[in-house]
């Protein structure tokens, strides 16, 4: 499974047509400790680059975006009750939601590991 990134510091990781979503260890790194987490609805049409959800830390709040459009199929609702797995654990067990695309070619405009470090440095 190949790993995708947005400029706005999310990951995708594709199963089938299915991407689970969630924050780069980078951006976990520059909110600090998250104190709360707001996740899209279940069922819900998300399209790429929407806000569908809030991370607040104890130093900022911030809109969450999607890299991918699609159907919302699940959401970590441990994030509800231990909003920090965001913070220990941002690429395994602080994932956000998980989305089935509706149009797979949108993971080409997104950018491979070795890209998003770079972004991620300047």
């Given at each position: 499974?190949?790993?995708?990134?947005?400029?706005?510091?999310?990951?995708?990781?594709?199963?089938?047509?299915?991407?689970?979503?969630?924050?780069?260890?980078?951006?976990?790194?520059?909110l600090g400790?998250?104190?709360?987490?707001?996740?899209?609805?279940?069922?819900?049409?998300?399209?790429?680059?929407?806000?569908?959800?809030?991370?607040?830390?104890?130093?900022?709040?911030?809109?969450?975006?999607?890299?991918?459009?699609?159907?919302?199929?699940?959401?970590?609702?441990?994030?509800?009750?231990?909003?920090?797995l965001a913070?220990?654990?941002?690429?395994?067990?602080?994932?956000?939601?998980?989305?089935?695309?509706?149009?797979?070619?949108?993971?080409?405009?997104?950018?491979?590991?070795?890209?998003?470090?770079?972004?991620?440095?300047?």
């Amino acid at each position: 499974m190949s790993t995708k990134y947005s400029e706005d510091h999310e990951w995708v990781t594709m199963d089938g047509d299915v991407g689970t979503v969630g924050i780069t260890d980078h951006a976990q790194g520059q909110l600090g400790d998250i104190v709360f987490v707001e996740l899209p609805e279940v069922g819900s049409t998300i399209a790429a680059s929407d806000d569908v959800g809030v991370v607040e830390s104890v130093k900022a709040a911030s809109e969450l975006y999607t890299p991918v459009s699609g159907e919302v199929v699940e959401v970590n609702d441990a994030l509800e009750a231990e909003p920090s797995l965001a913070n220990s654990s941002p690429t395994d067990e602080g994932w956000f939601f998980k989305v089935k695309l509706s149009d797979t070619a949108e993971l080409d405009d997104l950018m491979d590991e070795a890209a998003y470090k770079a972004f991620a440095a300047d």
